[in-house]
C-alpha cells in the first residue's frame, strides 16, 4: 500500500504546468502495481485547495485511490515528530497535517509518493519515498 501527499494530487488535479505531468506519472506506476491511499490530512487540505463544494473522495477513488484512516500509533508518532521539529526551533513553516502524512506512510502504507523528500527523509526515518521525476 502506498500513500500519496497532497502536493501530488494537486499537481494531477489542477493539472500543474510544472509538476504536474511527472506526479500524474508516479502516480500512475504506483496504481499499477500496489494499493494507493490517502488520509485524513490529504483530503482536508485537497478539499480546502480545490475550492470546491463537491466531496474530493469521489473524485479520488474514481481515480483508484482510497481512503484509510490515521491508526493511534500514526498519530503518536506524529505528535512526537511535532515535537523534535519545533524543538530544533521549526515554527510556522510546518503544520500538523504534515505530520500525520508522514506517520500515517511510515507506519501504515509501504512508502510516501511526494514532491517534499527533504522534510519527509529528516523527520521519518525509513520512509520509503517516490518522488515525481522528469
Known sequence: M???????LLDVLTADALCGDVSS??????????????CEAVVAEVQ???????????TLNAMGIRFLAINEQAAVRA???????RDRG???????ADFLIGGH?????????????????DYFKGLKLIVPKA
Open 48 to 58: 480546502l485547495m480545490l475550492e470546491t463544494s463537491g466531496n474530493v473522495m469521489e
Open 79 to 85: 505528535g512526537v515528530m511535532n515535537r523534535r521539529f
Open 2 to 8: 502506498i500513500a500519496v501527499d497532497s502536493s501530488v
Open 105 to 121: 506512510a511510515l507506519l501504515q502504507c509501504n512508502g510516501l509518493i511526494t514532491r517534499d523528500a527533504g522534510f519527509f527523509r
Open 25 to 38: 506519472a508516479a502516480l500512475s506506476d504506483a496504481l499499477a502495481s500496489d494499493d494507493v491511499v490517502v
Open 90 to 96: 521549526g515554527r510556522g513553516e510546518r503544520v500538523v
